[in-house]
């Protein structure tokens, strides 16, 4: 039988068992499923970030991978939990845009249901009670329509305001910030102009900034912007953290002209 | 054959590789075993909060799950170290109260034995020379008499004093506080008395306390009381931390009025 | 078939999901793979740390484990990739010497190969696109010479100045500081003195330091010497930190008279 993979992301943290708890309760329903955490660390009921990373990552994983979501400010109220298939993956997630870059990313879904909340299930944590039970019936191979019932409504958006790119002004929203403090920006690589080409130099708050390849192209503590491994533009700092050096937090607006 | 499961919690932390080498060990053993972390965030040496955790893990894994807890401040002491079996569990931890309350909730043991101390074990990490490799062996088959002599001594029991239930007085110990700075209660929904009904008005510290149902049933920044998805009382703050609103920490004692 | 286990040591936190999307990257090539995490908590590009850390851990893997190591300082630099096999284990990791630790406890390579960086490859992240395929490929039962070129040349070697042991002095290096605060030094038991014996005292910074073999044998708050579990030489302090209480950072030298 395939081994079919499921992923978990969530904004739990490590230190309570809350992680733990949805594995044991997926290993109940589907025991050879492997399960890998994208991470847990998502900044509490920070829907941009996870549905940035979700989208970083989907495309690195075997055809046929469950992305279960868990990030879910509004458990408790009437939101719905979704299940849902696009033509690689499956999702299960609160409808509250986490999975809009994702599915902008793998095309929109084939089919989408809305999970029930079972008599019972506590008023705190459907993901262990609603979302994971479902997340591994998929990965086990249930269909969709075992899980729940069609759900017509268009899936709830969440996006930035757009990057506007034009020759010679480039304005963006910071989308994360990672570990090392550099700070990833909603424009891909796809949609850069070709103003923005390796060695050109831009201003950022009045300060010049080279468009380069490699953190090593700068001397330590200066900056420098490149495209980052997820192919968007990241304004980093060698040896030293972007996103203090420039005062920059999620969801800023960041203007670079030239 | 069956793919059984086995889980880890301790105080080891994720800076070093501790946790790692105890599943290389558990791997040597027994290849097939799926391993499911908890946490390795208890505070070091935290007895109190692993038995907790403990609790609130071991009903969402699936029936015949190994349990292997390693926060273990009598490491090198003679404590004993013990693997048992319930109906429906296995464990294999320090003697020094940590699986009170779980086998409060899933009954007491059928069978305890102590486990011996190889020669040429370190006298430090008993967790990786002695624990992991128990817990492996039952994880693959082995029964406990495989592993070491009958136990018939009482279990080290470990508790916080009784919470107090009257119809308008509610006394009980802070039994953790999870990352969110959400303030768990040592009073079950069990043993909750008529008057801590849903929309009632308590009394802590002279301030007003709604006993709710969602967090979004106050403005940001109000505090309520909840039941918690494992069924513990909770003194939450809406997008705030109640555990420094209220100063308040584990072990400390708090009376409800009304 | 059997099955195989790969370990990864990594400096990429979990925050981001850069070690989740390895895991999907290895899970495509070899599905059935047992993934064990060592660390992700590295700090930045220390090398040094994770030498330390996979030393540690290389003996408690079942053989033909495969350890995938991503602390790449010199990532985007011409620096090669390699992979290689022991007797027991197979490595991928950067040529930066941070396998020379493991490598002096497990014995030279077998074979060596460098790992070609493939068209399309980003410029910062070939822990995912280079080093995760190759080790997943390996843990799959490829050769090295399916994965690249013989590498000829001698390994980078890293290492701090040795220890010096003399019968009535002892010189050696911080190499790592745990989670607890613990100061490990780079003075394996295999290499101590005689007079480094159980119930010897030392002076540190003019201080006596007993050579104890448990926490327990000292007050509160007071420090000792002991034998880690890790089998080199620790300078503990009782429930506190001793890397604070000596003011000692990695790389620092510490010397100990009697």
């Not at 039988?1 to 329903?29: H, R």
């Not at 089919?111 to 039970?133: C, I, K, N, W, Y």
Request: charged share 15%; proline share 7%; glycine share 8%.
């Amino acid at each position: 039988m395939a081994v079919s993979v499921l992923t978990l992301l969530t904004d739990f943290g490590l230190e309570d068992p809350y992680v733990g708890v949805m594995k044991g309760q997926i290993l109940k329903l589907c025991p050879r499923v492997r399960l890998v955490d994208l991470t847990h660390a998502v900044p509490p009921q920070q829907v941009s970030i996870a549905a940035f990373h979700l989208e970083q990552s989907v495309d690195y994983f075997p055809d046929g991978t469950v992305h279960l979501v868990v990030v879910d400010p509004g458990v408790g109220t009437d939101r719905a939990m979704l299940a849902l298939r696009t033509q690689t993956a499956a999702f299960v997630a609160p409808d509250n845009g986490v999975l809009t870059r994702a599915l902008r990313l793998l095309g929109p879904p084939l089919e989408v249901v809305r999970l029930p909340l079972p008599q019972g299930s506590s008023a705190t944590f459907h993901g262990r009670d609603v979302m994971a039970p479902a997340a591994a019936r998929l990965a086990c191979g249930a269909s969709l329509s075992d899980l729940g019932e069609r759900w017509e409504a268009p899936l709830t958006e969440w996006d930035f305001p757009s990057a506007v790119v034009a020759p010679d002004r480039l304005q963006a929203s910071v989308l994360a910030i990672d570990t090392f403090g550099n700070v990833c920006l909603d424009l891909s690589q796809q949609s850069a102009p070709a103003t923005l080409a390796l060695g050109s130099v831009w201003q950022l708050q009045g300060q010049p900034l080279l468009m380069g390849r490699t953190y090593a192209q700068v001397a330590p503590g200066a900056s420098l912007l490149l495209w980052s491994s997820h192919g968007l533009l990241e304004l980093a700092c060698r040896e030293a953290r972007a996103d203090q050096a420039w005062s920059l937090r999620v969801g800023d607006r960041v203007e670079l002209t030239r």
